[in-house]
């Protein structure tokens, strides 16, 4: 069974950095797509970034654009998010999962999309 869990999150001050991880178990994880989404308090559960299973290919909300960098190391079974220049939006619970089987295009941005969630990591950005 293939479980995920996320870690990094915490308190950073608004223009701070923080790098969020998620360690997934279970085979095969090379060759799925990944994503990222958040859900802030009272807000939907919105889209971050996914990364195609290579690692090649990327797509960013827009939103994180230019400060957030999503990356994976299948050898570690581990996906990152690397979150610069943080502002107070970007307060939310933050989690992985799992996409598409054999995806190269790193483009699935829909939540209905991923079949396996981690539990969050809390990303608090204060002004």
């Known amino acids: 069974q293939v479980q995920l869990e996320e870690s990094g999150g915490g308190l950073v001050q608004a223009g701070g950095s923080l790098r969020l991880s998620c360690a997934v178990s279970?085979?095969?994880?090379?060759?799925?797509?990944m994503g990222w989404f958040r859900q802030a308090p009272g807000k939907e559960r919105e889209f971050v970034a996914t990364?195609?299973?290579?690692?090649?290919?990327?797509t960013y909300a827009d939103s994180v654009k230019g400060r957030f960098t999503i990356s994976r190391n299948n050898a570690k079974n581990t996906m990152y998010l690397q979150m610069i220049s943080l502002k107070p939006e970007d307060t939310a619970v933050y989690y992985c999962?799992?996409?598409?089987?054999?995806?190269?295009?790193?483009?699935?941005?829909?939540?209905?999309?991923?079949?396996?969630w981690g539990q969050g990591t809390q990303v608090t950005v204060s002004s």
């Open positions: 999962a799992r996409g598409p089987y054999g995806d190269v295009t790193g483009e699935y941005r829909y939540a209905l999309e991923y079949d396996v």
């Open positions: 279970g085979r095969d994880f090379s060759d799925y797509a």
């Open positions: 990364v195609s299973m290579g690692g090649y290919s990327t």
